[in-house]
């Protein structure tokens, strides 16, 4: 029972003895959806069998040769950017686009866990707006970190159209950064409750490629989760070294997190490669000098090696708390999820997530702005 619980506790667990680092092909996990806004980087020639997600604002190309394709609204660039989009324009994308997944365009809370019925009822509109004029697309729900009485609110309105899939949003990296150290702790909580009471596929929206989050995924029963963190580090100068995550190889430049890649690591990574066959290792040095390079080496490091996790991973309590979470019932996650909401409520309203003007929309206007 984690009613009481501390963040230091936790903290505290990535200290636990754990078994020495060692490079090792990937084992049986939650399926990792690529996320990209664009195929410059064209990693499906090289794993072919792997899931795309991409952009319906950005994406203006034809579909990649990749298992299946997913399509995501665009909703959080009409949040941040102010975009003012009618809803049928999104029909007309979606109807445009051949594609396997489609995400529902949803409005998020403004305060991270914290939203209203009213606030809910309008993106289940929405979802029945898509989903009754795309009646040939697969239209994908979104719920995100509610509080836990409106996350059970929001799937009984979904469970009435019989969807057998759901997408869990308000977890991706910037949100959770919102809240201050403890931030990761309620969207986990809100992922969690949503776990125990529905049955079908959950998708998590752009959690994040790490090993950490993927353990912590596997542990709670996640069936897959999207990341574009394989390209963005790359953008950064940065790889990736199973088991020792991210170091940097670029020109010198970065402005945050910067370890360099030692000559040790380098032959770790060059060794994680010819294991699992990567075909361009023999070019490794070359390809780590560019971001195109650098974006599939990554791409391939996580495709392969996603639960490699250092036993000095200082992200190794979100792991702990996920299995914690999943050993629950329902009902002791929803009280553990109800009495952290409480007690962080004043932190919790401080961070306000700025929409536009006008990104509510009473979706029985067709044709209204977004």
Not at 349 to 364: D, F, K, N, Q
Request: charged residues 25%.
């Amino acid at each position: 029972m984690l009613i009481g619980f501390s963040y230091s506790g936790y903290k505290s667990l990535c200290l636990d003895p754990a078994l020495p680092v060692r490079v090792f092909l990937a084992m049986e996990r939650p399926l990792i959806v690529f996320g990209t806004p664009d195929p410059h980087v064209e990693i499906w020639k090289y794993m072919p069998d792997i899931d795309l997600m991409v952009n319906a604002i950005l994406w203006r190309w034809r579909r990649p040769h990749v298992n299946r394709l997913w399509i995501d609204s665009g909703g959080y660039q009409i949040m941040v950017k102010g975009l003012r989009v009618r809803i049928d324009d999104i029909i007309a994308k979606y109807r445009s686009i051949d594609a396997d997944v489609y995400m529902s365009l949803d409005t998020p809370p403004k305060h991270p866990c914290l939203a209203s019925k009213e606030l809910i009822d309008d993106n289940v509109r929405r979802f029945e707006y898509l989903y009754t004029k795309l009646e040939d697309k697969k239209i994908i729900p979104v719920i995100h970190c509610y509080p836990p009485e409106l996350i059970i609110y929001a799937l009984e309105k979904y469970e009435v159209y019989g969807v057998d899939m759901i997408a869990y949003g308000g977890a991706v990296p910037p949100t959770m950064g919102r809240c201050g150290r403890r931030s990761r702790f309620l969207p986990i909580l809100g992922l969690a409750l949503l776990r125990k009471a529905f049955n079908g596929w959950i998708h998590a929206l752009g959690i994040g490629g790490t090993c950490a989050t993927y353990c912590a995924m596997k542990a709670l029963g996640v069936d897959s989760f999207d990341s574009s963190s394989w390209r963005v580090k790359a953008a950064y100068g940065k790889i990736i070294v199973p088991g020792l995550g991210e170091r940097y190889v670029g020109n010198g430049r970065a402005k945050f997190g910067r370890k360099d890649l030692s000559e040790e690591e380098y032959v770790i990574l060059e060794e994680a490669l010819r294991r699992s066959k990567f075909p361009l290792v023999d070019r490794l040095g070359e390809l780590l000098s560019t971001f195109q390079g650098r974006a599939l080496i990554n791409a391939w490091i996580v495709r392969h090696y996603p639960n490699v996790l250092s036993p000095r991973n200082g992200l190794r309590w979100m792991v702990r708390f996920a299995e914690d979470l999943a050993s629950m019932s329902i009902d002791e996650v929803y009280r553990t999820m109800e009495q952290f909401v409480k007690e962080n409520i004043e932190s919790i309203r401080a961070s306000t997530i700025e929409l536009p003007a006008g990104i509510a929309m009473p979706v029985e206007v067709v044709g209204e702005s977004v």
